[in-house]
């Protein structure tokens, strides 16, 4: 579905990733950012997020933490990021990035807690009591009282492989009056994740159980005495989930695969407000037992590919792919059909940058019929040509 979308929304971006390839602009296992296409999405995702009240903190590891791209959505009124980990942390402070959020879903390693706060983070989030005392522990050292988030979690709730952590709402009234009694931190609010995810009819994205979950850790958390500032909500963050969220209670969230349409309902039969941004391309490596076999590297195994975008010497055709398989390494990924060797090919699905071994190429002036090709990037964000 998203090969749909994309060829729907964005057939610019398709059009200039096969010139690109061709022409040996880009490589094989590049990911294509529309740096316009992006710029209208986060508009539209400032301008709805104001409409409901709510504050908005970017995450960049879908896209790489690519400077010019977080600097463009930072222009359109978010500039406050979320890092997941110390090393995005470093990645977005180094290019000049407010950290608005640290710590979740990664703790902050023993040794990393002083250059964390260095970096003045708005809010952290902990995972349980001992994070929280680390935590208090440093700010003393540097005279700073550190603003934290707690996760929670209950049973029923999602909870993704190797992704584990929070605390029991039956626990956290403990937790909430130990962290209380902690002279260098204060307790602000409360973040789960996922919170959105789609239904169970694959058309729509509801709040999940985390997310109720998350809202009675906000009741349990005032009647603690606790002042809460915070409630964050990520995971599926889009335009459409915004209303369900302001009316949950939520005052944060963090949009990421809403800057490049790669949100969940682009899968849908009725998508979003957001339109497709981004395009993976690779071209055709050899042939095996009748298929084209695709170079790899940038490939993520949660991507559930079943199309691909095929170039011709004059224009393109679809053909069925299949689906990378999440337990290998990606060294190819295979067409369901026989290409020649060299030939160009496009896809799209829902990835994460930061944890996919490709290049990140990012253009802009597509719709003025004047592309201009910014950079490649590593997913770090630095900068390779």
Not at 188 to 197: D, I, R
Not at 207 to 222: C, E, M, S, W, Y
Not at 326 to 353: H, K, M, W
């Amino acid at each position: 579905m998203f090969v749909d979308a994309l060829l729907q929304q964005n057939l610019d971006l398709v059009e200039w990733s096969i010139y690109a390839h061709r022409t040996g602009r880009i490589l094989p296992n590049t990911y294509v950012l529309d740096l316009d296409a992006i710029r209208r999405n986060a508009s539209v995702i400032k301008e709805t997020a104001d409409n409901f009240g709510l504050q908005l903190y970017m995450m960049t590891k879908q896209i790489g933490r690519i400077p010019v791209v977080c600097k463009t959505i930072a222009e359109c009124g978010i500039p406050r990021a979320v890092a997941v980990s110390i090393d995005e942390a470093r990645a977005l402070h180094r290019q000049g990035f407010v950290i608005g959020h640290l710590g979740h879903l990664m703790q902050i390693p023993e040794w990393c807690v002083d250059e964390a706060l260095a970096m003045d983070p708005e809010v952290i989030t902990v995972m349980d009591i001992e994070n929280a005392k680390k935590i208090s522990r440093h700010a003393n050292k540097s005279g700073r009282r550190q603003q934290l988030l707690l996760r929670v979690t209950e049973v029923g709730d999602t909870i993704y492989p190797q992704q584990y952590g929070g605390v029991s709402l039956e626990q956290l009234p403990m937790v909430i009056e130990e962290i209380q009694q902690l002279e260098h931190v204060e307790l602000v609010g409360f973040t789960a994740f996922p919170c959105f995810a789609l239904g169970l009819d694959s058309e729509r994205v509801e709040p999940t159980h985390n997310f109720h979950t998350l809202r009675k850790a906000v009741d349990i958390g005032r009647n603690c005495g606790c002042r809460v500032q915070q409630v964050n909500a990520p995971g599926g963050n889009d335009c459409a989930t915004f209303s369900l969220a302001a009316g949950g209670g939520v005052t944060h969230l963090e949009p990421g695969h809403a800057f490049t349409g790669t949100t969940y309902r682009s899968a849908t039969s009725t998508p979003g407000v957001e339109i497709m941004a981004m395009a993976y391309v690779t071209e055709v490596s050899h042939k095996w037992n009748g298929k084209s076999c695709v170079f790899g590297g940038g490939f993520y195994g949660r991507a559930k590919i079943h199309r691909a975008i095929v170039a011709q010497e004059s224009g393109y055709h679809l053909v069925n792919a299949e689906n990378v398989q999440p337990g290998n390494i990606d060294y190819y990924a295979q067409l369901e059909c026989s290409e020649p060797v060299g030939t160009g090919v496009l896809y799209a699905f829902r990835t994460q940058l930061f944890v996919v071994n490709a290049s990140i190429a990012v253009v802009e002036g597509l719709r003025t019929g004047a592309p201009r090709m910014l950079g490649i990037f590593d997913k770090y964000g630095n900068q390779l040509n």
